[in-house]
């Protein structure tokens, strides 16, 4: 999606809405790769991974409640 496009639909991101583009992919994925071109230490979630080449994402059960004490 183009800048002028981008502004054009600049409400519609920031109410977080659909935007449709014929160049635009919309998609929920299960699972995904992030493939990095040389290995590299990172923080995810507060978690610290040391010489990562990849990160592997993937979606976990839905929340229902949280109920707290």
């Known amino acids: 999606m183009g800048p ?3 502004v ?3 409400l519609k991101v920031l109410l977080a ?3 449709r583009d014929e160049r635009l ?3 929920m994925a299960t699972r995904s790769v992030i493939s990095l071109k040389k290995a590299t230490d990172m923080q995810i ?3 610290i ?3 990562q080449r ?3 994402l993937r979606i976990g059960p839905a929340i229902q409640f949280i ?3």
Do not use: V
């Open 4 to 6: 002028k496009r981008m």
């Open 8 to 10: 054009m639909n600049a």
């Open 17 to 19: 809405m659909e935007l």
């Open 25 to 27: 992919f919309n998609s």
């Open 45 to 47: 979630d507060g978690e």
């Open 49 to 51: 991974f040391r010489n």
């Open 54 to 56: 990849e990160i592997r």
């Open 67 to 69: 109920k707290t004490a």
